[in-house]
């Protein structure tokens, strides 16, 4: 498993923040496009059955297909660079990080502006600490190596 300095984990949150927007669109996308769908079976449901254009309800199918695509391969891209996705929808994010001789967790939420946060791995979001000085002191002497 990669781990990462606080400075590091800092460093990659442009890219990241782009890739989980990128996601994060992609998922409302096709959940509208699948709520429109989901109304039209409702219509014809409820009136017994309609004339549909097939090719439309293709074309929306493929398009919810194409925004799932997206999202997956948005979620590949963050996983690559050894960041978790732990929430798509809170838009947050996992960063392991060796504290003395323990993995934990740097915690980062969409919209924050900094990782100030951190957590054990069984204690979760529930369990966040403010960042502290052992995380910055080994940042600046150059941390372990991976």
Same mark, same amino acid.
């Given at each position: 498993?990669? &781990?990462? &300095?606080?400075?590091?984990?800092?460093?990659?949150?442009?890219?990241?923040?782009?890739?989980?927007?990128?996601?994060?669109?992609? !998922?409302?996308?096709?959940?509208?496009?699948?709520?429109?769908?989901?109304?039209?079976? !409702?219509?014809?449901?409820?009136?017994?059955?309609?004339?549909?254009?097939?090719?439309?309800?293709?074309?929306?199918?493929?398009?919810?297909?194409?925004?799932?695509?997206?999202?997956?391969?948005?979620?590949?891209?963050?996983?690559?660079?050894?960041?978790?996705?732990?929430?798509?929808?809170?838009?947050?994010?996992?960063?392991?990080? !060796?504290?003395?001789?323990?993995?934990?967790?740097?915690?980062?939420?969409?919209?924050?502006?900094?990782?100030?946060?951190?957590? &054990?791995?069984?204690?979760?979001?529930?369990?966040?600490?403010?960042?502290?000085?052992?995380? !910055?002191?080994?940042?600046?002497?150059?941390?372990?190596?991976?």
């Amino acid at each position: 498993m990669k &781990t990462f &300095t606080l400075e590091e984990a800092q460093s990659l949150l442009p890219v990241l923040e782009s890739l989980l927007k990128r996601a994060m669109e992609g !998922r409302q996308s096709a959940e509208e496009v699948e709520s429109s769908l989901n109304d039209l079976s !409702r219509r014809i449901y409820l009136s017994g059955g309609m004339r549909v254009d097939v090719g439309s309800v293709a074309k929306q199918r493929a398009e919810v297909m194409a925004h799932l695509a997206r999202v997956r391969e948005s979620i590949a891209e963050i996983d690559a660079i050894g960041v978790q996705v732990k929430d798509l929808e809170g838009g947050l994010l996992d960063f392991p990080c !060796r504290l003395d001789d323990e993995v934990v967790l740097l915690c980062w939420r969409m919209g924050e502006s900094a990782i100030e946060h951190w957590h &054990t791995f069984d204690s979760g979001f529930q369990g966040r600490q403010p960042v502290d000085e052992r995380f !910055r002191r080994r940042s600046a002497s150059g941390g372990r190596p991976n």
